[in-house]
């Protein structure tokens, strides 16, 4: 099955401990991205790669790390988390930019 | 990024009624796409219809049509004979040549009423 997997589904965490959240897909797609979702404010992408070893900034980078060694990954690490950062998270991906995108189920994140 | 705007936070119909929800944006782009997205509670982010600034039809997908103006850049989602599932969040996120960020609209609430 075609899928956009993502781990953990929730996550509570405390502030100042690093985590990451993994996302993988199995369809061969070049271009995925990451998104948070915030009540009021729709979805604002953090991070997106075109490609392998190809990552580039959204709107809302600051606090997040992203890296792409193979095609199917691209986890979102956070190095110290902050309150400010407890959110709804979205990983999806696409053959290439321009095209649909496939989402993930979504990481609920909560930083104490 | 690009500056989408969806006017309406919140909208009700009559279920077996249309309705349309409104997506405005602003793009220097010449070429772009423009997507519609649903966020049913549950949460996940469900594709709906996708629109090309080249494309000489509006496009359609079942009940889904886009209504598309892109000398006043909009894009408006229409959607025929609503179903109480229709009843969820929906997002507009224009995609532009110029960038490979997408930007999303902050969405409209639809409920569909029995």
């Known amino acids: 099955e075609a899928q956009v997997t993502q781990n953990p589904r929730y996550l509570i965490t405390v502030t100042g401990k690093k985590l990451t959240v993994t996302c993988s897909q199995n369809?061969?797609?070049?271009?995925m991205s990451w998104y948070r979702q915030d009540p009021g404010l729709g979805l604002r992408q953090i991070y997106y790669s075109m490609n392998v070893e190809v990552t580039d900034k959204g709107d809302v980078p600051e606090g997040y790390k992203v890296s792409r060694k193979e095609k199917r990954n691209f986890p979102l690490i956070l190095e110290s988390p902050s309150p400010n950062q407890t959110s709804l998270y979205f990983c999806?991906?696409?053959?290439?930019?321009?095209?649909?995108?496939?989402f993930g189920p979504g990481t609920r994140l909560t930083v104490l | 990024a690009q500056k989408i705007t969806q006017t309406q936070p919140g909208m009700f119909v009559q279920e077996k009624e249309a309705v349309t929800l409104d997506c405005t944006y602003d793009?220097?782009?010449?070429?772009?796409?423009l997507f519609w997205y649903k966020q049913p509670s549950s949460g996940e982010m469900i594709f709906l219809i996708y629109q090309g600034s080249y494309d000489e039809q509006n496009a359609t997908e079942g009940r889904y049509s886009l209504n598309f103006q892109k000398a006043r850049k909009s894009a408006n989602l229409v959607i025929s004979a609503s179903q109480l599932g229709d009843s969820a969040m929906y997002f507009c996120a224009p995609s532009g040549a110029g960038s490979y960020q997408l930007t999303f609209g902050k969405g409209t609430k639809l409920s569909v009423i029995p």
């Open positions: 793009t220097s782009d010449q070429s772009y796409g």
């Open positions: 369809m061969n797609h070049e271009y």
């Open positions: 999806a991906s696409s053959w290439t930019f321009g095209n649909e995108q496939f």
